[in-house]
């Protein structure tokens, strides 16, 4: 394929621009394989430069001004001449701002529209854009190993000698949906992980997420397993769970479905750990939405946000209506829950749903960011993503395919990582010293799991990752966030590290909406991030000045805070 | 009266007080004529120190745990015996917190709840607290004459000669809810002026309530006028209107009640300035709930807030149910109105409603806000509050008697500065580099009007606290408020002078719940509060290090932050 049949008008004059909250401007349209630019006449500065890969949606309105001569016999609908008209075509893109194009002639519109079709919805990873931008400050190979599983095993095992760093997956032969290297039990040898690994959806056979320094407890993850109707058991997985768990010792396993959901899930060859074949472990259920209903949820958010002008009541009804909030509140309640069972119960915890990509990632992610201060540095967060989402095998080129406003809606896309952002957000509001990173961090996350000059949210696991080479042909998004020219733009000027678990409320009085994400492009948040970067320049003022005196840095001299109470 | 004919049990030993988000604790309850007092045993620390008139509503439940002796035949409650047996009083506070006292012995319980009762209800203005208050740091007359009308005129005939101080109202002879000296047109003599007063509901005749320098427009405030059913006209009235505006120029009457209810007021003797006799005043209705449907609003809302865990649809629909936040839509809508008015079309404003004491209040109070950045210091702040609701006699007596949890609700209880300062926080909210004051201060002005060491919000009108001698007899807030150690606690730290308008967004999406007052006692804000105070410690420690350097404030050598967008 050749980007150059896909476009069948490249550049269109005097096209008129209007975006949410900014003045229309005219200028000239270009499509380029794989952005869209507008320069303004007659200045011509560059007023548009989109990723195409950013359109979720085109829509085509054409408004027939003047006469219409009908195709010669045989002449194809560029023969048409729709003299006098004109057309707007609307674009939704994935990081919800919305475009209107107003183009001089029909035809043209017509061919622009399709153009930005076909382009947007190239299905071949390797003919992205991340494997063609060669951005002049990085290298090709820079921050992709950045966060290496030897080091957080390394770091794993100067606390404990529990658990081991296994390499029985090295050609993604047990699980394909796994990385290479994960850490298992030391008790229990690379082919019983293999055995058990057969008796997991997916392959997905339980490993370490996380461990809980304080109390010497651990968080795992895995599939459900595949019991099936007949109750199918597996002495490998039985004895891999038995053997994390001393004599006496009580276990917990999360279930991110319902008991009945769970129950059925039997019929199609799935299940979950019968308390007979695991005596030791405690299942408890938290049913969390994910796939159609959370992308639907997410859709119809988008849609009530962008009533341009709705009375409170029906507002409310339709934030009501979307249950994000509610997808959001159950989030951090079983991530709490999780956390509660590690810090508070001192027990070893197992979080699973179905195929252990989406709710179990959410909820062991967040447990982490709860429990870990760690994972609240801004490094930290990064590795955390990159371990507990990337690693860990969340389908990204699935589930973020499409954002909130397609129509043509796959089966598979679903906004998990978008809850798990906003799940941070809520987070970052409740505790605003905590976090080391801010909601800018948060939002380009967004952005660039939905569409990306990098290629770090790219393929669905690391398999996929290793056939399409993007560790040796794309750059980083680590490589690129961690320049200290945009480091600096991600930071927190409040943070002062915190080493207590940080226990969110979630009661509903105490979740809020996202403003800074779904009204991003509708009310302009401008004052908002004047506060923002004052606060940075205080700060920096600070820093400078107490450098300059003490040699000392003021986020260091602050007094620690007391944070760390408990929710209800 | 006496208090102590008030106070049948003054001390109870063995007295357990429970309060949300803190642990419980035992002590000794003493019960003052103006406080409930709590010392911990065997500590002694005084844990709780509450003035009784901020006690809304007191519950009380009896638990007979032992056996019960009947009183002797014409015995009284006095001489019952319920060994044994103990009782809980819940106390729900005008600020909105809870208190519970477990209280040993049912008769002692019963004593404290009814002595609590009448000492909370006392109705003698010159009985309560502020009379008795006499703090060492403060002399009586101090901040009393803060903000003398004589000043405000001042600038304003610095500015312009179209307007003069009238002491028409010298005795409250003209009208008993407005201040001695009020300003009017300077071309109508104090005989017109209290004519016109006769044609208005309670003798609230036009005047000025701001004046904009920019283009010389003003805003002017009354009560409506007494048309009644056969359409009565006032001669007086009209001239007064009449002579503001030049031959030719426009001006915009906002009345805040629908078309319909100021129609209906005409059978009441009320009404409206009808076309014919006020030809060059455009009329504008926007309705504005107030009275009853805002007390309700304001009572199911604190309702769902203290709903312990509802799920997500059930918090939303209460929310939604309340109305609270249309109520606060509405009256940013309606100032907006009517800043838009002045500052775009020009144009000279009157605003009134039916008694001109309440939503009339609300939209100039806000108007101003919007408008003039004088306003937005902590100093101009209090002076708008003195002029615009104390002087211009919001019934705060009347309105504030009661707050959101008590049962005999009066017909004129209405949270209508509640209100106000709910507005005032969203602005604070969407500008927050706009205005020298925080959140405190609105939370310290609420916790005030409803129950006070000081006199400023005591009574209903000027006459009133003339009457009782307030300014002799009680301390003023301002006074208090302003002391350097005091008045440090109510800036924002982030402020930054800014010239402009600020237009608030006031689509529903942009509309929050006050948290810091609405789940104040519920949920902690501990780390919101230390945000803040880092905040403020960051801008002392740049402050201090610039002053040191270049002797130059930070907060001065900012640029001017670009504010002043439109909202749709």
Chains 1, 2 share one sequence.
């Not at 939704?92 to 701002?97: F, G, V």
């Not at 076909?118 to 951005?135: Q, T």
């Not at 407890?217 to 459900?224: E, K």
Request: charged share 20%.
């Amino acid at each position: 394929m050749e980007f150059s049949e896909l476009i069948k008008t490249a550049t269109v004059e005097n096209v008129l621009l209007s975006r949410q909250g900014l003045p229309a401007v005219r200028g000239t349209l270009c499509i380029s394989s794989h952005h869209l630019l507008l320069s303004s006449c007659p200045r011509g500065d560059l007023e548009l430069w989109l990723l195409i890969r950013n359109v979720d949606a085109v829509e085509k309105r054409v408004h027939n001004l003047g006469w219409y001569q009908p195709p010669r016999t045989g002449g194809s609908l560029r023969d048409t001449r729709f003299c006098g008209s004109s057309g707007t075509i609307t674009l939704r893109c994935k990081d919800l701002r919305v475009l209107q194009l107003e183009i001089p002639g029909m035809e043209q519109c017509l061919n622009v529209a399709s153009s930005i079709e076909a382009l947007s919805s190239v299905d071949s990873v390797m003919m992205l854009y991340p494997f063609f931008f060669r951005p002049p400050s990085l290298r090709l190979q820079q921050g992709w190993h950045r966060f290496p599983p030897e080091r957080f095993f390394q770091q794993l095992s100067s606390q404990t000698s529990q658990w081991r760093l296994s390499t029985v997956n090295r050609d993604f032969s047990a699980c394909p949906s796994y990385p290479p290297a994960v850490i298992v039990p030391a008790a229990v040898g690379d082919d019983t992980v293999a055995k058990a690994a057969r008796f997991r959806h997916g392959g997905r056979f339980p490993v370490l997420s996380y461990f809980h320094p304080r109390n010497g407890t651990a968080l795992l993850r895995s599939s459900q397993p595949l019991t099936g109707p007949n109750r199918r058991r597996c002495r490998e997985d039985e004895q891999l769970l038995g053997t994390i768990l001393d004599e006496g010792e009580r276990g917990f396993i999360i279930d991110t479905r319902s008991a009945q959901a769970a129950k059925q899930a039997r019929m199609s060859g799935g299940g979950t750990e019968p308390k007979s074949c695991y005596p030791q472990w405690r299942r408890l259920h938290r049913a969390l939405d994910r796939g159609r209903p959370l992308q639907e949820s997410f859709a119809r958010l988008v849609e009530a946000c962008s009533d341009p002008a709705p009375s409170m009541e029906r507002w409310l009804a339709r934030l009501d209506g979307s249950r994000w909030l509610s997808h959001v509140k159950a989030a951090l309640s079983t991530a709490c829950l999780a956390a509660q069972c590690l810090d508070r119960e001192g027990c070893k915890v197992l979080v699973h749903g179905a195929e252990g990509t989406d709710t179990t990632l959410l909820v062991t992610a967040l447990a982490q960011l709860i429990l870990d201060p760690s994972c609240r540095t801004l490094e930290g967060f990064q590795a955390l993503l990159q371990r507990e989402w990337i690693e860990a095998g969340h389908p990204f080129q699935l589930r973020c395919a499409r954002s909130a406003s397609s129509h043509a809606r796959g089966k598979q896309e679903a906004p998990i990582f978008l809850l798990f952002l906003d799940c941070v957000w809520q987070l970052s509001r409740q505790f605003p010293l905590s976090l080391e990173f801010g909601e800018q961090l948060l939002l380009t996350l967004f952005d660039n799991a939905y569409a990306s000059c990098y290629g770090t949210f790219l393929c669905n696991c690391e398999k996929e990752r290793s056939l399409c080479k993007v560790k040796e042909s794309t750059h980083s998004l680590w490589a690129w966030l961690n320049q200290p020219e945009e480091r600096h733009k991600y930071l927190n000027p409040l943070y002062s590290h915190n080493p207590l678990v940080i226990w969110p409320s979630v009661e509903p009085q105490s979740i809020q909406l996202w403003q800074g994400l779904f009204l991003r492009w509708i009310r302009p948040s401008q004052h908002l991030d004047e506060a923002w970067e004052e606060i940075q320049r205080l700060v920096e003022g600070n820093n400078s000045s107490n450098k300059e005196g003490t040699g000392e840095k003021l986020g260091q001299s602050l007094p620690e805070p007391t944070a760390g109470t408990e929710s209800r």
